[in-house]
């Protein structure tokens, strides 16, 4: 069933605006694994302090 909706979803004229949305959300969810990272990262250096 959810393939059928992305078939429908590529078909549309839509397709352009749900590909940048979904590269959107990728960026952000990279972003904030980025900051997750440096925030660890910095704890760690302080723990060790």
């Known amino acids: 069933m959810q393939f059928h909706i ?3 979803d590529l078909q549309s004229s839509d ?3 749900f590909q940048k949305m ?5 960026t952000l ?3 904030l694994f980025y900051i ?4 660890g990262f910095c704890a ?3 723990f060790r302090i």
Request: proline share 0%.
């Open 6 to 8: 992305l078939e429908i």
């Open 15 to 17: 397709s352009n605006l």
């Open 22 to 26: 979904n590269r959107g959300f990728l």
């Open 29 to 31: 969810k990279l972003m």
């Open 36 to 39: 997750s990272f440096i925030k």
């Open 44 to 46: 760690f250096l302080v």
